[in-house]
């Protein structure tokens, strides 16, 4: 089955260490690609989101990601988190021929950064 | 700018109920979405409705269904609740060319 994979459940880190989540995709042909975040008790927020072009994008809070086409991978990155950065981290894909408000989600990456 | 509004936040109903949950999405914007969040599951896609119509409809049984108003309002209704969908409810919406889509906070359903 086509789905969305996210590499790692939970993250612990400590603060100013560097964050790098992987996802990955099994769709081929274009597809549109999202990370969202969670923080504790807020709603899903959308932190970049890649649909052509350059393909290092860069998004709020000083993420930023990387599609690897040969890869299907689009992973999140960011150089130096900090404590509020715990949140949890969701991977979206829109799929080929799917409609733009239908979402793929990965499973999520709880990130717990420490002080 | 308001953002999306879910009501209520908060539900507890029993097996054999239904239910209705509504969400008013930003204002202007015409496509709504909805998705249920369990921790067994995660995210999974519910329906999507764009100007009164429905686009997309996920892999869950007919008890579950959904309807778009003209102001864009949204409302999903679920029917002879089990247990298992105890969940929190999301709805997102979204413009045509802002290329993303704004979530609210969810109503969390509890079924006994």
């Known amino acids: 089955a086509q789905s969305v994979s996210q590499h790692n459940h939970h993250v612990i880190l400590s603060e100013a260490a560097s964050l790098e989540l992987g996802c990955n995709y099994s769709y081929g042909g274009t597809v549109n690609l999202f990370w969202y975040v969670q923080y504790p008790g807020q709603h899903l927020q959308l932190l970049l989101k890649?649909?052509?072009?350059?393909?290092l994008v860069k998004g709020i809070k000083g993420f930023e990601a990387e599609f690897i086409k040969s890869k299907f991978s689009f992973n999140l990155r960011k150089p130096s988190v900090q404590w509020s950065d715990t949140a949890e981290y969701f991977c979206a894909v829109n799929a080929p021929g799917d409609s733009w408000g239908k979402f793929q989600f990965g499973a999520g990456t709880q990130v717990v950064v420490t002080p | 700018k308001a953002g999306v509004t879910q009501t209520p936040r908060y539900l507890i109903k029993t097996r054999g109920q239904q239910v209705t949950l509504s969400c008013s999405p930003i204002?202007?914007?015409?496509?709504v979405s909805w998705y249920q969040q369990t921790p067994g599951q995660g995210l999974q896609f519910l329906f999507e409705y764009f100007s009164e119509t429905q686009r997309n409809k996920g892999n869950f049984p007919g008890r579950f269904s959904g309807r778009q108003f003209s102001n864009s309002r949204s409302e999903m209704n679920v029917s002879t609740l089990e247990l298992g969908d105890s969940a929190l409810y999301l709805c997102?919406?979204?413009?045509?060319?802002?290329?993303?889509?704004?979530f609210g906070s969810g109503t969390r359903l509890t079924v006994v």
């Open positions: 997102a919406s979204s413009s045509p060319g802002l290329y993303g889509y704004t």
């Open positions: 204002s202007g914007h015409r496509s």
């Open positions: 890649y649909f052509s072009g350059d393909p």
